[in-house]
């Protein structure tokens, strides 16, 4: 059998694995191990699995993961991050659909703070919602609102997936985190429009906070809550201070960062049994769900490469099909786009990247930039059913009233956000490549 | 029907108190990687830190597997699972399930083997300058993919006494987004 | 005739080096390429990269197992499971030329102990050779001794071990890692080859500093084979791969000693720091005790060490170009 044939039978099987509902790992690791032991038996093919958990271990940015997870549950359990919350609550109540974008820019901060979407997923779910939802914000508007903001995350620096991009595409972490700074903030600026201008025009959507509430707070009270915002500044110094200057390293400033957000919500005495009894099982619970998935991904990508498939790929979009290098580079974002529906982002990392980024820089892209397109991509993907992170949390988390429907509805326009988002920065490479320019002097 | 009752609940009860404890390594690895920031900065780096923070780290999700199965954190695509009604879904796990197990049975069969050469040999050393033998980590990995196992028959059996009897028995809080 | 053998399938062979993508295009692939073009589709070879298939530390019992066929890499980073094992790699101060390594195996005996230890444990030894220097390649400048304690560097296992007495953290993670973590500050940088691979891999644009002063002046690292693909192997392929590999020894012979010069005296990435010859016979020194401290781990040991010290002996009374 050719092995492109083999390499489009495991991805369909993979496929239909999947959509039967079973643990994705389970799915993914299966397609695998089967694949390599009917492909190579006993020469090769039943070690590969497990030889995915030895490549597990010696990926040393995951190390980070279990870091950034903790430091999310902390910050969202122990409720610190309440403060930072009315503080946007107050400073941009006033305005139409006020209380969604103060949560926007609740999300950047977090996501400054944090490497993964996790903490912004938690947080949002939990503080956010409940407030916008009694104040009646539109249902659908409120949980766009959270899922979107929540995947900043891993595009505002520091991320986690910039880092694992990395290291698949051999460019500087650096630079890459740089060059995710002016994107995520013009998609944060982005979404913040959008949210004015459906509330201008239909103001019950979001509606301003009364003149009764607002002649409530005074002007003291206004600024202690600005003090709020230096909690996620402390940690974010805390964290990159030492880093940038090179006196520790990354793995090591993410378990300090995670360190700073539990000594603060000790300080605030707000870490009681039962926050951090759930603070660690739920760390537990999302470290395995990971590292299991990651795991099975790479046992895939190895009998990938085992086949071949990036020989294959590039013949395929290059030679037999003798495209231009920015249509290969759309569809490529469009089989991104597609796979993200399906696969996690670390899957699709482990699985497709390795394919496609060779592909990439051979046709003379930028990496560095390609970076941030394969980011905001995954983000588009953390939201787009059937499989979805941020999906999976608002439907566990969402009050009754919220609807599954409704769930799938309201990514709606954030995801055509976004992928105007992704065109922009498609089409403007400077909107990525500017600030590592200036700061790299490139 | 009494016999797997019996297996459901020691398997459970045995991963359970494992993944307590487990969920506890989050502070030796924090402990591990701050002790690597402060040596650095103050002393001389230590040789091993990095390496036994990985061993931490992969035995912190191999042996907490089993735990975070039960607890429902392993996350499936729902688009047509989820509107199943419990019945059918624990019809469509119990056939599906199969698939897990096959992926961790090979896994195991990996791990022995590999576990097995680490003894030969005069016993297989990584190739730090620390050096540690690598046995003690694929052990305890091959126990955990075997306690993911007995886990995941755990979870096969449960959907087989709740077709058979109608009364759940799989944990109550087992929902996907719970782990999120 | 051609037309009988062409008619049935080629032997297929999976090949994974000890070489990331970018240095693998030279230093394996050459071979894997001209092997495949001269069987005349009798034999097809594919070849992986480091971490590929199997991760670098479980590559030699995936050769053993025959998950992996064939195996281009130093023994020390594969951890051979042979007492061969820190004679690859780099043996500190143990050769100075990249000739010196097919020398010790051809005229003084090396091949035989190869031979003989890898059969014990069921791999066929095919050749050894030599390529670049051990320098260091850092974000710290090196001027002395003393600036080497407290570096944390990508090294291979048997050089950290040595280089630890000088305060040397050595770190352990896969090749393709190596230029991310000088990012990430897991790395102040590394000991783990000459100028050329440091240009070729991306290592020159994380780090600044080259130090020209070695620890060893050419890598020692061999083809391996799985025992049974080696037997099926017909004669005349058997002949072939070996003529395959030789003729990559050529050309890495040329293309280390042209690249180590040209971009010392050229490359615009990496400023050239020296520590005084005087003051690196420190280290040297403490070579022979590492040397002696080898030896009395075992037989076989004490038999490839007074090789090197004889090798040795016969290179320092012909003096240069052999010393420099
Ligand atoms: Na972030
Ligand atoms: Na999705």
Redesign the pocket.
């Known amino acids: 059998m050719p092995y492109e044939l083999i390499a489009v039978l495991m991805f369909s099987t993979m496929m239909l694995m999947l959509f039967t509902g079973q643990r994705v790992f389970g799915a993914i690791g299966f397609v695998a191990v089967i694949a390599a032991v009917l492909l190579w038996g006993d020469r090769g093919g039943y070690d590969l699995g497990f030889s995915a958990i030895i490549k597990v271990m010696r990926w040393y940015p995951l190390l980070t993961l279990p870091m950034f997870i903790f430091m999310g549950y902390v910050l969202s359990e122990s409720k610190i991050a309440d403060d930072l919350y009315r503080m946007f609550h107050v400073w941009t109540g006033g305005m139409p659909g006020g209380l969604a974008i103060g949560t926007i820019g609740l999300m950047v901060l977090i ?6 979407s996790v903490a912004g997923m938690a947080i949002g779910a939990t503080i956010a919602l409940p407030e916008l939802l009694k104040r009646n914000y539109d249902k659908l508007m409120v949980t766009g609102v959270v899922q979107a903001g929540s995947s ?8 986690v997936v910039l880092v694992l991009y990395a290291m698949i595409a051999r460019q500087p972490v650096g630079q890459l985190w740089l060059a995710g700074a002016v994107p ?1 903030l013009m998609m944060a600026a982005m979404f913040i429009l959008y949210i004015y201008i459906r509330c201008r025009i239909t103001p019950e959507l979001g509606p301003t906070l009364t003149e009764g509430e607002r002649a409530e707070i005074t002007h003291a009270e206004k600024m202690r809550l600005l003090r709020a915002g230096l909690l996620p500044i402390a940690i974010f110094a805390v964290m990159m201070v030492p880093f940038l200057n090179g006196w520790t390293s990354l793995v090591e400033s993410s378990a300090i960062g995670a360190i700073a957000a539990f000594l603060a919500a000790v300080l605030k005495r707000r870490m009681t049994w039962r926050v951090f009894e759930t603070t660690i099982r739920q760390t537990l619970g999302i470290t395995c769900m990971f590292m299991w998935i990651i795991t099975a991904a790479l046992a895939f990508g190895a009998v990938f490469d085992g086949l071949g498939a990036v020989n294959a790929i590039e013949s395929l979009f290059t030679e037999r099909l003798g495209l231009n290098p920015w249509v290969i580079l759309i569809l490529m974002q469009l089989s991104f786009l597609v796979m993200g529906t399906f696969l996690d982002d670390t899957a699709m990392l482990v699985i497709v990247a390795p394919l496609y980024v060779p592909l990439v820089g051979d046709l003379g892209f930028d990496l560095v930039w390609y970076g941030i397109l394969y980011t905001i991509t995954c983000q588009i993907a953390y939201m787009t059913p059937p499989f979805g992170y941020n999906l999976f949390l608002m439907r566990a988390m969402a009050p009754p009233e919220i609807e599954l429907r409704d769930i799938y509805r309201s990514i709606v326009p954030f995801v055509f956000v976004m992928v105007l988002a992704l065109a922009l920065v498609m089409i403007f490479p400077q909107i990525a490549l500017w600030l590592p320019g200036i700061v790299y002097d490139l | 029907m009494r016999l797997l009752r019996m297996y459901v609940a020691a398997v459970d009860r045995m991963n359970y108190g494992l993944g307590r404890l487990v969920m506890f390594g989050i502070f030796i690895l924090m402990g591990i990687l701050m002790w690597s920031s402060i040596s650095k900065v103050f002393f001389n780096p230590s040789l091993w830190t990095l390496e036994m923070a990985q061993f931490v780290m992969v035995a912190y999700f191999v042996l907490g597997g089993p735990y975070a199965m039960q607890m429902g954190s392993h996350v499936r695509m729902d688009l047509i699972y989820g509107a199943l009604n419990p019945r059918r879904k624990a019809l469509l796990d119990s056939v599906t399930v199969l698939v897990l197990i096959v992926y961790l049975g090979i896994l195991l069969w990996g791990g022995i083997d590999s576990t097995r050469y680490s003894f030969q040999y005069g016993g297989e050393r990584s190739s730090s300058a620390w050096r540690p033998y690598l046995w003690p980590i694929k052990v305890t990995i091959c126990i955990g993919i075997f306690l993911m196992l007995l886990q995941a028959l755990s979870e096969l059996a449960k959907d087989i006494l709740f077709l058979r009897t109608g009364t759940p028995l799989r944990h109550q809080n087992e929902e996907q987004g719970d782990a999120l | 005739a051609p037309s009988i053998a062409r008619a049935q399938e080629p032997i297929r062979w999976r090949f994974q080096t000890y070489a990331g993508a970018a240095l693998g295009e030279e230093v394996t692939k050459p071979i894997i390429d001209y092997i495949n073009a001269a069987s005349n589709g009798e034999m097809e070879i594919e070849l992986f990269y480091a971490d590929q298939i199997v991760p670098t530390g479980e590559l030699f019992q995936a050769l053993q197992r025959g998950t992996i066929d064939g195996v281009h890499s130093d023994d020390d980073s594969m951890a051979s499971p042979t007492p061969l094992r820190q004679f690859g790699g780099y043996f500190p101060f143990a050769t100075k030329h990249i000739l010196d390594v097919p020398v010790l195996f051809n005229q003084y005996g090396l091949a035989e102990i190869w031979d003989e230890e890898y059969s014990k444990v069921g791999v066929k030894w095919l050749s050894a050779a030599g390529q670049d220097p051990c320098n260091f390649n850092t974000t710290r400048e090196i001027t002395s001794v003393g600036d080497l304690d407290g570096l944390r560097l990508y090294t291979f296992p048997t050089a950290g071990r040595f280089l630890s007495q000088f305060g040397v953290v050595p770190v352990n993670i896969p090749y393709e890692d190596a230029e991310v973590a000088v990012q990430t500050g897991e790395l102040d940088g590394m000991a783990w080859s000459g100028i050329t691979e440091d240009y070729t891999v991306g290592w020159a644009d994380v780090t600044d500093y080259f130090l020209t002063n070695n620890i060893s002046g050419a890598w020692i690292g061999s083809f391996f084979v799985n025992q049974e693909r080696w037997e099926e192997l017909p004669d005349h392929l058997k002949q072939l791969v070996m003529a395959g590999i030789e003729a990559g020894h050529t050309y890495r012979n040329q293309w280390y000693w042209g690249g180590e010069a040209r971009l010392r005296a050229r490359g615009d990435k990496l400023e050239l720091r020296s520590v005084p010859a005087a003051e690196w016979a420190e280290v040297e020194n403490a070579a022979k005790e590492f040397w002696e401290e080898v030896a009395q781990e075992g037989e076989v040991h004490q038999k490839v060490v007074s090789i090197f010290r004889e090798y040795n002996d016969v290179i320092n009374q012909a003096g240069p170009p052999y010393t420099f």
């Open positions: 996501s400054a703070m944090n490497g993964l900043l995350g891993i595009l505002v620096p520091p991320s995520g």
